[in-house]
């Protein structure tokens, strides 16, 4: 039950986040469903992708179907910025073992600054953990948002 204080302050730090991954999801999501794709679409890239912007520029991707190697190209242009966030969350991350993979994936602006956030892990008993779980609800937030927009 120790975890259980973990898990509180987590969903409570990341409670900002929803409000803006839902509306801006949301609008994600109504902008693929005008370009004729669904809500499991939305889902898809929602899970896979998880980057606001690229996912907004890969709506006009698929619709004027550009080129894999252009999108792809496009797509690593916008999220470059990741990859200095990375490199400054390498010691926060040592030690997650399988989870650091997960992490990584869902690394964004917003998640990024909680991660960061030195205070907000002063009380938590498994800081790991702690950065997993703001990780984990950010994502679910952005999957909610997107997946309501299409539908």
Request: proline share 1%; with cysteine.
């Amino acid at each position: 039950m120790k975890n259980k204080n973990d898990v509180k302050k987590a969903f409570v730090a990341s409670l900002p986040v929803l409000a803006g991954y839902l509306a801006l999801g949301f609008g994600f999501g109504v902008l693929l469903s005008t370009k004729g794709y669904g809500g499991i679409w939305a889902l898809f890239m929602s899970i896979t992708m998880f980057g606001g912007s690229s996912q907004y520029a890969a709506v006009e991707f698929l619709a004027d179907g550009i080129s894999l190697v252009s999108a792809a190209l496009a797509t690593l242009i916008i999220n470059a910025r990741h990859l200095f966030y990375g490199i400054s969350l390498v010691d926060k991350y040592k030690g997650t073992g399988f989870k650091k993979f997960y992490m990584i994936h869902t690394l964004t602006d917003e998640t990024y600054s909680l991660v960061c956030n030195d205070d907000a892990v002063k009380d938590v008993n498994n800081k790991h953990l702690y950065y997993f779980l703001v990780s984990l609800f950010d994502h679910i937030y952005w999957i909610m948002g997107c997946t309501l927009g299409a539908v």
